[in-house]
């Protein structure tokens, strides 16, 4: 392979990629954390102050500071970012892009947006490229990149030096594989090295001669996005359990960011470590009596983590000793772990399994003695010369089949544990600050536990089914979605006017692939209820013009009242689970709309023990389990202060009084008249302790209202 160039400066590996693609440059960045931020800034200021050039950038969750959109919520955030965000700088063509001053010759094109963060923005609504994650890379080569950049980690210098795709091998490596395909088509390859990355081992360690340019200025060097653990509720709680309850024992596990993932994961803890408290709270939780389908011993076996993000929670699943399944790249070998044949522990039986189901052979080849070295089953060092074995000790036979020479080669040649296993495979990972220190500070061994890899082998079975389907035994894929219409369908990534709030991402695989495995459930979560414009609305509906699960792909659906097990029910029968997981507040309204069109018994009642799934039914059962500790409102800490959470939910407030102009009026009143002391330091914090402006004067009356 060629030997890579080196820049010092960014600058200088900007003119360098503008001399080798001409005016014309479309841009291939990786979703999240990968981007090279400061390069992509520099290509793009130059771009954007050229006419000449023309750039286009395809990507995905471009990430930027959190910024208010009330001059509170400003005053709130601004020391926030500084002091969680560090100096991570923000992409300029995001800038522009949510200002509505991107030039004319630079174009945007994601394929996951921010969720929500582009509703009303024509320009990023208009590039949107509507595609599944595991189409990414095909995509990107079909919109003709010409430039791949990615942010990288290092280890050694010189001839030493070691690259790491860290966070995002995912499009990375789908785009190069195609590539293989296209030998006469040029795509320049850069790597950025970010020192801030966790160095991640296995699929993510690469050559440098991967790369046709490798840029090591230190200004390329920056803290990461690091969003904070948000606040777990009662209803996030509640829905949890339930999906928590649905997890096998020795089973496969998928789960996504936010609170809800978090629910998940303490669900999942306290199920590990407090099996009897654990029964105790599903059985309040689900009306008296535990589901019979539900699981809810602690995790013996232990679960395999396959998820296209590896999110915080996952980290916390291992440290709990829950996500430990370790699966092997060699099928043969892992149906032996499967069938209970041989362990994790190397032993002489594991050599006879190994004989006599035909991985091995006697005489031992040279290629059986490489393959039982890298799997762990014989010690590094372990050779093979003219049909002998090489130890320390000397010369041995290779023949298994003779009772003195097997003795010998347990006695000098057999290792301790099986080695190459991974507990968990992810496509790219997204944290808090302590997520990613942890990552930094992991031990090899523990570390060498998580293979970052392709998303292309993540999301699908397509080119690696026989070891997926082994590997992938009684998987659960728990993703969110928005809404759930009455028959089954799932809409979570558009709304129905066509504009896009975030992506398909790799929900449409996880759960087609949870109907092509054997023992796997494709498990949809969502709150039963939403606040639009102060009005409690219901997520579940009768129909919605847009879907991105079809109905014919429903399988088990949870809100925080229960779970809907949909999967091969008549149209009649899905419509009498999904309403007895509904607020029941609207229960009524969607049977009747059923019954209208003829997909239910027109004498059909719902029971009455399911007319109590109400916020304050629900809030009864939880609420003591919040208290005693068990449900920690941030069950893995957070980046927020405590003078900083009370600030939080008078925001909060605010906020839903804005929604209305009575409540808003009603807010301003109680500020004016309100004698009840707010705390300076609170004032201060928000920059509102000595103002004499009569603007900041009204803000102070409203958050001393809502305090």
Same mark, same amino acid.
């Given at each position: 392979?060629?030997?890579?160039?080196?820049?010092?400066?960014?600058?200088?590996?900007?003119?360098?990629?503008?001399?080798?693609?001409?005016?014309?440059?479309?841009?291939?960045?990786?979703?999240?954390?990968?981007?090279?931020?400061?390069?992509?800034?520099?290509?793009?200021?130059?771009?954007?102050?050229? !006419?000449?050039?023309?750039?286009?950038?395809?990507?995905?969750?471009?990430?930027?500071?959190?910024?208010?959109?009330?001059?509170?919520?400003?005053?709130?955030?601004? !020391?926030?970012?500084?002091?969680?965000?560090?100096?991570?700088?923000?992409?300029?063509?995001?800038?522009?892009?949510?200002?509505?001053?991107?030039?004319?010759?630079?174009?945007?094109?994601?394929?996951?947006?921010?969720?929500?963060?582009?509703?009303?923005?024509?320009?990023?609504?208009?590039?949107?490229?509507?595609?599944?994650?595991?189409?990414?890379?095909?995509?990107?080569?079909?919109?003709?990149?010409?430039?791949?950049?990615?942010?990288?980690?290092?280890?050694?210098?010189?001839?030493?030096?070691?690259?790491?795709?860290?966070?995002?091998?995912?499009?990375?490596?789908?785009?190069?594989?195609?590539?293989?395909?296209?030998?006469?088509?040029?795509?320049?390859?850069?790597?950025?090295?970010?020192?801030?990355?966790?160095?991640?081992?296995?699929?993510?360690?690469?050559?440098?001669?991967?790369?046709?340019?490798?840029?090591?200025?230190?200004?390329?060097?920056?803290?990461?996005?690091?969003? !904070?653990?948000?606040?777990?509720?009662?209803?996030?709680?509640?829905?949890?359990?339930?999906?928590?309850?649905?997890?096998?024992?020795?089973?496969?596990?998928?789960?996504?960011?936010?609170?809800?993932?978090?629910?998940?994961?303490?669900?999942?803890?306290?199920?590990?470590?407090?099996?009897?408290?654990?029964?105790?709270?599903?059985?309040?939780?689900?009306?008296?009596?535990?589901?019979?389908?539900?699981?809810?011993?602690?995790?013996?076996?232990?679960?395999?983590?396959?998820?296209?993000?590896?999110?915080?929670?996952?980290?916390?699943?291992?440290?709990?000793?829950?996500?430990?399944?370790?699966?092997?790249?060699?099928?043969?070998?892992?149906?032996?772990?499967?069938?209970?044949?041989?362990?994790?522990?190397?032993?002489?039986?594991?050599?006879?399994?190994?004989?006599?189901?035909?991985?091995?052979?006697?005489?031992?080849?040279?290629?059986?003695?490489?393959?039982?070295?890298?799997?762990?089953?014989?010690?590094?060092?372990?050779?093979?010369?003219?049909?002998?074995?090489?130890?320390?000790?000397?010369?041995?036979?290779?023949?298994?089949?003779?009772? &003195?020479?097997?003795?010998?080669?347990?006695?000098?040649?057999?290792?301790?544990?099986?080695?190459?296993?991974?507990?968990?495979?992810?496509?790219?990972?997204?944290?808090?600050?302590?997520?990613?220190?942890?990552?930094?500070?992991?031990?090899?061994?523990?570390?060498?536990?998580?293979?970052?890899?392709?998303?292309?082998?993540?999301?699908?079975?397509?080119?690696?089914?026989?070891?997926?389907?082994?590997q992938r035994r009684d998987a659960r894929f728990i993703n969110t979605t928005m809404m759930v219409t009455l028959l089954g369908a799932a809409v979570s990534d558009s709304l129905d006017s066509?504009?896009?709030?975030?992506?398909?991402?790799?929900?449409?695989?996880?759960?087609?692939?949870?109907?092509?495995?054997?023992?796997?459930?494709?498990?949809?979560?969502?709150?039963?209820?939403?606040?639009?414009?102060?009005?409690?609305?219901?997520?579940?509906?009768?129909?919605?013009?847009?879907?991105?699960?079809?109905?014919?792909?429903?399988?088990?659906?949870?809100?925080?009242?229960?779970?809907?097990?949909?999967?091969?029910?008549?149209?009649?029968?899905?419509?009498?689970?999904?309403?007895?997981?509904?607020?029941?507040?609207?229960?009524?309204?969607?049977?009747?709309?059923?019954?209208?069109?003829?997909?239910?018994?027109?004498?059909?009642?719902?029971?009455?023990?399911?007319?109590?799934?109400?916020? &304050?039914?629900?809030?009864?059962?939880?609420?003591?389990?919040?208290?005693?500790?068990?449900?920690?409102?941030?069950?893995?800490?957070?980046?927020?202060?405590?003078?900083?959470?009370?600030?939080?939910?008078?925001?909060?407030?605010?906020?839903?009084?804005?929604?209305? !102009?009575?409540?808003?009026?009603?807010?301003?009143?109680?500020?004016?008249?309100?004698?009840?002391?707010?705390?300076?330091?609170?004032?201060?914090?928000?920059?509102?302790?000595?103002?004499?402006?009569?603007?900041?004067?009204?803000?102070?009356?409203?958050?001393?209202?809502?305090?």
């Amino acid at each position: 392979m060629p030997h890579p160039d080196y820049f010092d400066s960014i600058e200088t590996a900007v003119d360098a990629v503008i001399t080798e693609t001409g005016n014309r440059i479309v841009l291939g960045i990786p979703l999240g954390i990968g981007k090279p931020n400061t390069f992509v800034n520099a290509l793009y200021q130059r771009v954007k102050d050229n !006419p000449v050039l023309h750039l286009t950038i395809f990507t995905a969750l471009s990430l930027e500071r959190p910024q208010g959109h009330s001059e509170l919520e400003k005053r709130f955030l601004e !020391p926030f970012a500084e002091r969680v965000f560090g100096d991570y700088p923000d992409l300029d063509y995001v800038i522009d892009l949510r200002n509505g001053s991107l030039p004319s010759n630079v174009e945007v094109c994601e394929f996951f947006l921010k969720t929500g963060e582009y509703l009303n923005n024509a320009n990023a609504q208009q590039h949107y490229v509507y595609s599944n994650y595991s189409h990414a890379a095909r995509d990107m080569l079909l919109n003709g990149v010409n430039v791949l950049a990615q942010a990288v980690a290092a280890q050694g210098e010189g001839d030493t030096l070691r690259l790491s795709l860290s966070s995002n091998p995912d499009v990375t490596l789908d785009a190069l594989d195609l590539l293989r395909a296209e030998p006469l088509r040029k795509v320049l390859t850069v790597a950025v090295i970010n020192d801030q990355l966790p160095y991640m081992p296995n699929d993510a360690e690469v050559d440098p001669a991967l790369f046709n340019f490798i840029v090591t200025d230190p200004k390329a060097t920056h803290d990461l996005f690091a969003p !904070p653990n948000m606040k777990v509720t009662a209803q996030d709680y509640a829905i949890g359990v339930h999906a928590s309850s649905l997890v096998k024992d020795g089973g496969t596990l998928q789960i996504g960011i936010g609170s809800l993932g978090d629910a998940i994961c303490q669900a999942l803890i306290v199920r590990h470590q407090e099996p009897a408290r654990y029964n105790q709270l599903l059985c309040e939780l689900s009306g008296g009596t535990i589901p019979t389908t539900a699981e809810t011993g602690p995790f013996d076996l232990g679960l395999y983590g396959c998820s296209e993000m590896l999110v915080n929670g996952f980290l916390h699943l291992m440290e709990a000793g829950i996500i430990k399944r370790e699966v092997f790249s060699d099928a043969p070998l892992q149906t032996l772990l499967d069938q209970g044949r041989i362990s994790l522990e190397v032993r002489p039986v594991t050599l006879m399994a190994l004989l006599e189901a035909g991985l091995i052979q006697s005489p031992l080849t040279a290629a059986n003695v490489e393959w039982l070295v890298h799997f762990g089953i014989f010690r590094e060092g372990i050779g093979w010369r003219d049909g002998m074995i090489v130890c320390t000790h000397g010369l041995l036979s290779s023949r298994l089949d003779l009772p &003195e020479a097997f003795d010998a080669l347990v006695e000098h040649c057999l290792g301790d544990r099986l080695k190459h296993g991974t507990a968990m495979h992810g496509g790219f990972f997204l944290g808090p600050r302590d997520f990613y220190q942890r990552l930094r500070d992991m031990p090899r061994e523990q570390l060498s536990k998580i293979c970052m890899s392709r998303i292309g082998y993540i999301n699908q079975l397509y080119g690696q089914e026989q070891i997926a389907r082994i590997q992938r035994r009684d998987a659960r894929f728990i993703n969110t979605t928005m809404m759930v219409t009455l028959l089954g369908a799932a809409v979570s990534d558009s709304l129905d006017s066509g504009q896009l709030v975030s992506g398909v991402g790799g929900q449409y695989n996880f759960v087609a692939m949870a109907h092509a495995l054997p023992g796997a459930r494709s498990i949809l979560m969502l709150r039963a209820t939403r606040l639009s414009k102060g009005e409690v609305r219901s997520n579940i509906v009768w129909n919605y013009a847009h879907t991105t699960i079809p109905r014919h792909l429903r399988d088990m659906v949870i809100t925080e009242y229960g779970v809907a097990d949909l999967r091969g029910r008549s149209d009649s029968e899905v419509i009498k689970r999904l309403l007895a997981i509904t607020d029941s507040r609207f229960q009524d309204e969607l049977l009747a709309a059923a019954k209208e069109n003829g997909k239910i018994e027109t004498n059909y009642q719902i029971p009455e023990e399911q007319r109590l799934n109400l916020p &304050e039914v629900l809030e009864n059962r939880i609420s003591p389990w919040q208290h005693n500790g068990v449900l920690p409102d941030f069950p893995f800490g957070t980046d927020f202060t405590e003078d900083e959470l009370v600030i939080i939910r008078a925001l909060q407030r605010l906020k839903h009084a804005a929604d209305s !102009p009575i409540s808003l009026a009603r807010s301003l009143f109680k500020g004016l008249f309100n004698d009840k002391p707010v705390p300076e330091r609170y004032l201060e914090r928000l920059g509102l302790d000595e103002t004499d402006d009569i603007k900041l004067g009204l803000l102070k009356r409203l958050f001393v209202g809502n305090f």
